[in-house]
């Protein structure tokens, strides 16, 4: 069947073109995923790192990973603001059931921790008793309000939720660029190229 054409019982597929056999995300969309992308990595690297820096070197490194998250925390709010505008392209009906319902758990978990994620981060801080002012300050210069004043028993909790929850990142991301490799490279589907 020619891609150009369509019977008249389907609706057309959005983005649907040679490259994109199965329809293709909207150009904003692809540039909110792809921004998150290296931001996310060095997110997860400093946050990593952190334990292990000098005392008098670790107030730039939660600078910067706490301005890192709050990127990642408004790209990711304003993408599911968008999906309210531009619906993402339905799975191919050659996309079995469970992997259906498996793209869909990941998707849904890697949006919620990488909204939830960052707000713990932020409240963990301010808990410590560091909110992002002066040294700590977003990007480095933007200084942001205090929250709460210090309370060491609701940071150790926060803490511990932020590093559980940082912990479960490379098991999605895994899942999630495993997924991908596996239709393009295995079952050479046009999935991946959705994205692209």
């Given at each position: 069947m020619d891609l150009a054409t369509e019977t008249p019982m389907q609706a057309p597929i959005k983005g649907r073109d040679t490259l994109h056999p199965d329809g293709q995300y909207s150009r904003l969309a692809k540039w909110f995923h792809w921004l998150t992308v290296p931001?996310?990595?060095?997110?997860l690297l400093t946050g990593l790192?952190?334990?292990?820096m000098k005392d008098d070197a670790k107030m730039p490194f939660y600078a910067l990973h706490e301005s890192l998250g709050l990127l990642i925390l408004g790209l990711s709010l304003a993408r599911l603001a968008w999906r309210g505008f531009s619906k993402a392209p339905v799975l191919p009906d050659h996309v079995p059931a469970a992997q259906r319902r498996?793209?869909?758990f990941v998707h849904h978990a890697l949006y919620a921790a990488l909204i939830i994620q960052p707000l713990l981060g932020f409240f963990t801080t301010n808990a410590y008793g560091f909110p992002m002012q002066g040294a700590t300050a977003f990007l480095g210069f933007i200084d942001l309000p205090k929250f709460m004043e210090a309370a060491p028993a609701l940071a150790g909790v926060l803490h511990w939720m932020h590093s559980l929850l940082g912990w479960t990142f490379p098991l999605l991301l895994a899942a999630h660029i495993g997924g991908a490799i596996y239709h393009h490279?295995?079952?050479?589907?046009?999935t991946l190229l959705r994205m692209l």
């Open positions: 931001l996310l990595f060095l997110a790192v952190i334990r292990f498996a793209a869909a490279a295995i079952r050479r589907d046009g």
